[in-house]
């Protein structure tokens, strides 16, 4: 590719005008078979960016740790994948934590493990949320139930009592139509 073209008016530079050509590295054009058969660590953090898939990656992670002889470069790639697995992103102040450097196999699968555990500990709490919230929830709706079962009591009393619909409809919040169906369904009891 030729830098020039991605210039706009770069023929009026004339010979000033940068012309170098470069060879584009799109991380999308690469499909996960590929990455996982180049494996090295390039290939691993475009697998991270583009095939997100939190198991390959827990297991690829050791495999290029065992087979690169650079272990700062992968140790660094480790910490980037643990601070985005947490955060989502990379805050600049956590730029410090992404300088461990992992000595030995045991560190990297001690890292990944704590990751998936704390992966489980986070769904685990997501699921207790969610039934706390369902039995709020479902509190909430037994008691509109109940309330409305005893507006209902309410004026089947009135209506037993003789009071007028128009004074139980403002006594309970019932329609005029549930309070008729009241009147009906007492004569029937």
């Not at 003789?162 to 549930?178: F, M, Q």
Request: glycine residues 8%; contains cysteine.
């Amino acid at each position: 590719m030729n830098f020039s073209a991605l210039v706009e008016g770069h023929d009026l530079l004339g010979p000033q005008g940068l012309r170098f050509s470069y060879w584009p590295i799109i991380e999308n054009s690469f499909s996960k078979k590929e990455l996982l058969q180049i494996g090295n660590i390039v290939s691993t953090l475009f697998l991270a960016e583009v095939h997100y898939d939190f198991n390959l990656l827990c297991r690829e992670l050791p495999k290029l740790y065992d087979k690169t002889r650079n272990k700062q470069a992968v140790s660094l790639l480790m910490n980037w994948f643990e601070q985005l697995w947490r955060h989502g992103r990379i805050d600049e102040s956590e730029y410090k934590i992404l300088e461990r450097i992992y000595y030995n196999r045991k560190e990297v699968t001690m890292m990944i493990e704590a990751i998936k555990k704390e992966k489980k500990l986070l769904r685990q709490q997501g699921v207790k949320q969610g039934m706390k919230q369902g039995v709020k929830q479902g509190m909430k709706q037994g008691m509109k139930q109940g309330m409305k079962q005893g507006m209902k009591q309410v004026a089947k009393s009135m209506l037993a009592n003789g009071e007028p619909v128009d004074k139980i409809k403002s006594y309970t919040g019932l329609s005029v139509e549930n309070i008729r169906m009241l009147r009906t369904v007492k004569q029937y009891d």
